[in-house]
């Protein structure tokens, strides 16, 4: 299986992240993966909140402003990814909960089995 990296833009979203942690870290297990976030001048402990999980996997990166558009946002955290061509992106919204542990690995199933 390929490496996934996850793009997520936040601004002021500490409790959605929290969430979107505590449903997505499950549903990766067996994935090899990297959590890109980029925290868009967030003043409400989102940083602090990345830097408790303790993983390694997960990569805050603290940004001064939130003045970027979401392709701008998101074209800096791919880059900062260091994505290869056979590595799979997955943009990923601060407010999204994963509802199961199975929907990651099937879309990645799909992607290397068309």
């Not at 390929?2 to 067996?30: C, F, M, R, V």
């Not at 074209?75 to 260091?82: A, C, P, Q, R, T």
């Amino acid at each position: 299986m390929n490496k996934l990296h996850i793009l997520t833009l936040s601004w002021q979203g500490k409790d959605k992240l929290e969430k979107l942690y505590k449903s997505l870290i499950p549903a990766l297990h067996g994935v090899d993966y990297h959590w890109h976030i980029k925290s868009n001048g967030c003043t409400d402990g989102s940083m602090e909140a990345i830097e408790a999980w303790n993983n390694d996997r997960i990569h805050g990166i603290k940004y001064p402003h939130n003045l970027d558009s979401f392709s701008q946002g998101t074209n800096f955290l791919f880059k900062e990814s260091g994505a290869k061509d056979t590595d799979y992106i997955l943009l990923l919204n601060n407010d999204i909960v994963i509802n199961d542990n199975a929907s990651v690995k099937k879309m990645m199933f799909l992607l290397d089995n068309p």
